[in-house]
């Protein structure tokens, strides 16, 4: 039996979760809800439920599961609200504008026994999965440095995003979610110290991007960055070990690794530069190294939706946990302290 979900929010991400809901094999779609009867209508012109009011919502006894697509200032009063009326919840990121309003709707979570997650749908990101995939495999040695970029050029948005009352900015919208991706990373390391330093080339509320370093208490360094005026993007990914290095030059293309397995080379030939020789940045050959890719990994974002009905269930364990969810907004805080 599918599970009746409700999406509150009929934006963007709402119009997203309402498209993958209809393809979904384990939610049903009981409608949408919005406060802009613009949306609504449309909602209905596409054969969709509109609800006009959030107490429709509420009272209505087959509606099992909200997913939260609203602007960020008003994540926590909706989702305890649904939560006090006996909803499950999810909530786009971020999914609250600081770790007191969290710890709250986690409480609330707790004190009903309603579920509650957020959805961090960038762990399917194929990218994501390529590095992780080269991370645990461990043929690179203990990785000392990853390096994160997403670059654009159309500026921040100029909806509810570029506005600081609705909680707008860089770091909260992708911020969110490339952190997370580092903490799936590093989950058992703590971070040592953050530094973050902000962009306002486009906006001077809030940051349209973002250059944030996290050290780890084992010595390994996560730099993130987020750019809105970037007319040449840098690569999606990078990321050093003690016996090699990997690179995702954009995020739907596969990984280039090179693995080191020699370090000593008898007779390091010295590169002719403009200005004389080096054998220090003389590049290395295949017999100290070899070269490859790793094929993109196969990735389903219905299984967020199917991990969510496991957990109603009972058949599985929450995948995006509340202390993930407050480590991650515990970072952005320190972030915010440091600019």
């Not at 409608?31 to 613009?38: M, S």
């Not at 959030?54 to 909200?66: C, F, H």
């Not at 010295?270 to 940045?281: I, S, Y």
């Not at 991990?307 to 993930?324: D, R, T």
């Amino acid at each position: 039996m599918k599970h009746k979900l409700c999406v509150i929010g009929y934006g963007g991400m709402g119009n997203w979760h309402v498209k993958n809901a209809l393809k979904s094999d384990v939610v049903e779609l009981a409608g949408i809800h919005d406060i802009d009867e613009e949306r609504n209508l449309l909602a209905e012109k596409n054969g969709i439920k509109a609800f006009r009011t959030l107490n429709e919502v509420l009272n209505n006894s087959e509606i099992e599961l909200v997913t939260i697509a609203a602007p960020n200032n008003v994540h926590k009063e909706i989702a305890i609200k649904c939560m006090e009326a006996g909803k499950n919840v999810i909530c786009e990121k971020p999914i609250a504008l600081n770790t007191i309003d969290l710890q709250e709707m986690i409480d609330v979570s707790i004190r009903t026994g309603k579920l509650f997650t957020v959805h961090q749908n960038r762990r399917w990101d194929i990218d994501f999965l390529a590095i992780k995939q080269l991370y645990e495999t461990g043929v690179i040695g203990e990785v000392f440095n990853i390096e994160s970029r997403i670059h654009g050029s159309r500026g921040i948005p100029s909806d509810w995003r570029g506005k600081k009352e609705n909680g707008g900015g860089m770091l909260y919208d992708w911020g969110v979610h490339l952190i997370d991706q580092i903490l799936m990373l590093y989950p058992e390391n703590y971070i040592a110290s953050v530094h973050c330093e902000f962009d306002h080339i486009t906006n001077k509320e809030v940051d349209d991007g973002f250059k944030l370093t996290l050290h780890f208490d084992n010595g390994a360094r996560a730099y993130i960055e987020v750019g809105t005026y970037n007319f040449i993007q840098m690569p999606r990914f990078y990321i050093q070990g003690m016996k090699g290095t990997g690179i995702i030059s954009v995020w739907n293309e596969p990984c280039h690794v090179v693995e080191c397995f020699a370090w000593n080379e008898s007779d390091v030939i010295p590169v002719q530069t403009a200005a004389g020789l080096t054998k220090t940045m003389a590049p290395r050959d295949n017999i100290t190294t070899k070269s490859y890719i790793i094929d993109c990994p196969v990735s389903d974002v219905h299984n967020f939706y199917r991990n969510v009905c496991a957990v109603l269930e009972g058949k599985e364990k929450q995948i995006v946990s509340h202390i993930q969810m407050m480590n991650v907004l515990k970072t952005i805080e320190r972030a915010f302290s440091s600019i």
